[in-house]
């Protein structure tokens, strides 16, 4: 089974400049998750969606980032403009979670993420 | 105060010895407590989820919950090199919201 694919896995840019990340989840899976995670910290949920609807957006920073998961299967992350405290890895996860599955369908499985670098 | 509380590190061990990693947790809402493993570069990978009081044992490892005190422990026995890694506590809500500790980086010496 392949597991989460993300790109790029490393992008350097300067502040103000725009950025984009893609994930494509497991194959079925119909919850998907944007997290962020700072150095030494652990993952941030971003955003999470259930199939293409937005189940939890409450920690994205909406003046600048924004997400979309089209036909409930690919998503992309984008930054505009981006900060220098935007440096980051950018994680993407999913899991079978549906609004009837419960927590016992809720395992995760991350991608390798995509590490953000802002000058 | 964060909702997750992490002990952190980072701890170094030599091989064979028992590793003890811990958390702490604010809200009594949370039900659904897992850890997890992260090698360096790569994303988390899940080790161990619990949902109840008491220990849960996989091989190596034993997660143990204790949710009148909202404390999570997990215990890897006979610990080799391969072990090293930064692992993260997790905590789940019945909305599926999972908040991370942040981290407990475990070096195991040969």
């Known amino acids: 089974e392949a597991g989460v694919a993300q790109s790029p896995r490393y992008k350097i840019i300067e502040k103000r400049q725009s950025v984009a990340f893609w994930c494509n989840p497991i194959?079925?899976?119909?919850?998907l998750y944007w997290y962020q995670q700072i150095l030494g910290q652990g993952p941030k949920l971003l955003i999470q969606?259930?199939?293409?609807?937005?189940?939890?957006d409450s920690q994205l920073p909406k003046d600048r980032f924004s997400a979309e998961r089209l036909k409930g299967v690919d998503s992309t992350l984008k930054i505009q403009p981006a900060k220098l405290e935007d440096s980051a890895v950018y994680l993407c996860?999913?899991?079978?979670?549906?609004?009837?599955?419960?927590?016992?369908?809720?395992?995760?499985?991350f991608g390798p993420g995509t590490r953000l670098t802002v000058l | 105060q964060k909702e997750v509380e992490q002990d952190p590190g980072p701890l170094s061990v030599p091989e064979g010895a028992i590793v003890s990693l811990n958390c702490t947790y604010s809200?009594?809402?949370?039900?659904?407590f897992m850890w997890y493993r992260q090698y360096s570069r790569k994303g988390p990978e899940l080790l161990m989820y619990?949902?109840?009081?008491g220990n849960k044992e996989d091989g190596r490892f034993t997660a143990q919950v204790d949710k009148s005190s909202k404390y999570i422990s997990l215990f890897i026995r006979d610990s080799q090199p391969s072990d090293s890694a930064t692992y993260l506590c997790?905590?789940?809500?019945?909305?599926?919201?999972?908040?991370f500790g942040d981290g407990t980086t475990l070096t195991v010496k040969p």
């Open positions: 996860a999913s899991s079978l979670r549906t609004k009837t599955s419960g927590l016992r369908a809720d395992t995760q499985y």
């Open positions: 619990t949902y109840s009081s």
């Open positions: 997790a905590v789940n809500t019945n909305a599926g919201k999972s908040t």
């Open positions: 809200n009594s809402a949370f039900q659904y």
């Open positions: 969606f259930q199939n293409n609807g937005v189940v939890d």
């Open positions: 194959s079925g899976h119909a919850t």
